[in-house]
């Protein structure tokens, strides 16, 4: 719980910093690159939460590694929790800081689990569904799952919208299971 309160307090010092320099668009992005990382490699979070290390060694690497590709807003961001030993909570920093700045521009996340890859047109159609349940804009994830047979499942914060064969066949099992005609001999 405290960890949750404190990437939170970070998250929105960094949010407040970033409207006040007009560069919410700019760092939100670079937030996104580095949760990517974070998230998509065991080492660098082994790198993080390592007690081992100096802080300035871990400064060195991390400037190395998103030195080029970030703003300097947030490299010096990096750097300040680096220096008050908050490194290791960068990954739920960098969770919260999305979705204070998704919440701040009014962007919705909505999840589509279809049978089969959409298309152009059907991803259209989602986003407009999803805008629908939704205030602002939405910022579609897709996912295929072919168990589903045919159709879609929707998710909009607590709204879903289930099409899919699937849910229909179990529909239709659930009611023939409990139908209470009794056949004569």
């Given amino acids: 719980m405290r960890g949750i309160r404190i990437s939170s307090r970070y998250a929105k ?9 007009n560069e919410a668009d700019r760092v939100f992005e670079d937030m996104k690159l580095v949760n990517r ?33 970030i703003s300097k807003t947030t490299l010096g961001f990096i750097t300040l929790l680096t ?23 009014n962007i919705s996340s909505a999840k589509v689990t279809s049978a089969s890859p959409l298309d152009a047109e059907s991803r259209i159609a989602m ?21 589903l047979i045919g159709g879609f499942i929707l998710q909009v914060g607590d709204h879903q919208i289930d099409t899919s064969i699937l849910t229909n066949i179990r529909n239709l099992r659930r009611d023939f299971s409990e139908n209470p005609f009794i056949p004569e001999i």
């Avoid at 010092?13 to 320099?21: A, D, M, N, P, T």
């Avoid at 690497?61 to 080029?68: H, N, P, Q, R, V």
Wanted: net charge negative; with cysteine; glycine share 6%.
């Fill in 83 to 105: 220096n008050k030993g908050r490194e290791s909570m960068l990954l739920e920093i960098t969770e919260s800081f999305i979705e204070q700045v998704k919440s701040y521009k």
């Fill in 127 to 147: 986003i407009q569904q999803a805008s629908r349940l939704s205030l602002g804009t939405v910022e579609l994830e897709e996912k295929v799952d072919p168990e």
């Fill in 13 to 21: 010092s960094l949010l407040y910093l970033c409207i006040e320099l």
């Fill in 37 to 69: 990382a974070v998230t998509g490699t065991r080492d660098l979070r082994i790198f993080l939460e390592s007690p081992v290390i100096k802080s300035d060694k871990k400064i060195a690497a991390l400037t190395s590694i998103f030195g080029g590709s």
